[in-house]
């Protein structure tokens, strides 16, 4: 595909409002901010939710709230809520995210240090989240922090827990993962077991030049809150959109049309789903 799927995740778990005020963090305010980047070319956003005190939460009654009110704006963005939620929930809570209108769903392929804590994905939970996903008929991203997570993609294959459509992302820059560079992403990429479309998303500075290196191997970029806070050195992005729409800019200039939701659903394998009709301006 030569268009290009923009991710937006507009809030993430780790992000707090006193590193930057534009985090949100109400569901009307994520809300908000999806629709921002929907506006500014995103196709998909990644949807995590918070407490009201900016706690993650993966509660469902924030995740419906949440995507009701996307919907309502008349946004047809497709819609991904994170399973991965916060380090230290358990699965169970953070299988809650799931709600109706949801469309895909994260599927966190192994366990790591991530910044000081530990992020615990064993196999049997990989499987469970795997098995719910198939269950609601929502398509899985499945995100690889690591080299070693693409033999557990493997053997999920193998093993039939996971099967097409299924979306890849390389997640770069984690202290704990692998790093941001041109040598892990393309190791990365040559380490996928079958053909499959794949997103590059880096983490704090390192999104910028994940992004232009991602478009450049062919593959789709995420952006957003989630992982970097500024659009450049000292300059806080105003909220997701303005990262989006710089990946916009990004993609254009190297030949590269950004996709609509339908385009995205269409390459992605998402059937049947309950977005508005309504157009993007
Ligand atoms: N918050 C991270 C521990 C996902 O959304 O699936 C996990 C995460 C991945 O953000
Ligand atoms: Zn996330």
């Known amino acids: 595909m030569d268009k290009v799927i923009v991710t937006a995740a507009v809030v993430g778990a780790e992000v707090t409002r006193a590193q930057s005020p534009y985090v949100p963090y109400m569901p009307a305010e994520i809300a908000q901010a ?8 995103a196709a998909v956003v990644h949807l995590h939710a ?38 230290g929930m358990s699965v169970d809570e953070r299988l ?38 198939r269950q609601k008929g929502l398509v899985p991203e499945c995100e690889v922090y690591d080299a070693g997570m693409l033999d557990t993609l493997a053997s999920l294959l193998a093993k039939k827990h996971l099967s097409p459509p299924y979306h890849v992302q390389f997640v770069l820059g984690v202290p704990g993962g692998m790093g941001a560079s041109e040598r892990n ?3 990365l990429q040559q380490g996928l077991p079958e053909p499959v479309a794949w997103t590059g998303a880096g983490v704090g500075r390192a999104q910028l030049e994940i992004a232009a290196l991602a478009l450049r191997l062919g ?8 992982d970097n806070l500024y659009l ?3 300059i806080l992005a105003r909220g997701s959109h303005d990262l989006v729409e710089r990946a916009v800019t990004m993609a254009r200039e190297v030949g590269r049309d950004p996709a609509t939701p339908a385009e995205a659903r269409a390459a992605l394998g998402i059937r049947g789903s ?8």
């Not at 918070?50 to 047809?76: K, T, Y």
């Open 34 to 41: 999806a629709v921002d980047a929907w506006r500014a070319g």
């Open 50 to 87: 918070r407490w009201p005190d900016g706690r993650p939460s993966q509660e469902a009654v924030h995740f419906r709230e949440i995507v009701d009110r996307i919907r309502s704006a008349g946004c047809d963005v497709v819609i991904q809520c994170s399973t991965g939620g916060a380090v």
């Open 96 to 133: 809650g995210s799931l709600v109706d209108g949801a469309e895909m769903g994260t599927l966190n392929l192994g366990t790591m240090n991530f910044g000081d804590e530990i992020f615990v994905n064993a196999r049997p939970d990989i499987v469970k989240i795997a098995a719910r996903l």
């Open 185 to 187: 992403l393309r190791f």
């Open 219 to 226: 593959g789709h970029v995420r952006v957003g809150l989630e």
């Open 232 to 234: 450049s050195k000292g």
């Open 274 to 281: 309950n977005q508005s009709s309504e157009a993007r301006e």
